[in-house]
């Protein structure tokens, strides 16, 4: 029992130390970024959890807090971005300030840019469910094999031509059987046993 605690702990603390160290490294790597990057490499959830915390001291040493770093963030976005950060996206408290002062330090009037936004959003999202569409059309047709290659097991029916034997080639236990049918093509599948008939 103390053997497994011991071990834990002595796991946690190379752990926490190798943590420390990666933190540390990103630190100093962060000090020759310029401020927007560092204010980046901060507010980017994508980024580790010791990258960030390594980009908030950096930035701190700096005299910059998370909204200076917002503001200077959001400065370098569009009018219409601004706009479209502030009516749409779900901000946290300090880039929802930060775009709100953005947008009161270039005086914009939002509402002449919503409605291009609505419709580039609207346009964007037809675009995502035609492609969804067609995804799922194109997964259709991979899952169904085209009707002159489902596999027709035994002779045509009375009356029907078979057309012009072109080849044929041995799948598994069957034997699948290639004719030319006034230019289409058409499939018997049989026994591999057999021979396909002329």
Known sequence: MNLGKSFFAIFTAISLAG???MQKSAEKRYTT???????????NDANLDYQQLAAQRVAEDRGMDYLDCAKLLWARNSNARLCEANHFFN???????????EIA?????CDAHLASIERERREDANRRVEGYKALSEFGKQLSSPPSSLAP???????????????????????RICVYDRYGSRYVETISSAQLCPF
Request: proline share 4%; hydrophobic share 35%; net charge negative.
């Open 105 to 109: 330090n270039r005086n914009l009037n």
């Open 91 to 101: 901000l946290k408290p300090e880039d929802r300030e930060a775009v709100g002062i």
């Open 33 to 43: 970024f310029a401020d927007v990057d560092v204010c980046n490499a901060w507010h």
């Open 19 to 21: 943590c420390a160290g």
């Open 152 to 174: 027709n097991y035994g002779a045509p029916s009375v009356g029907q031509y078979r057309g012009i034997f072109q080849s044929s080639y041995v799948d598994g236990i069957n």
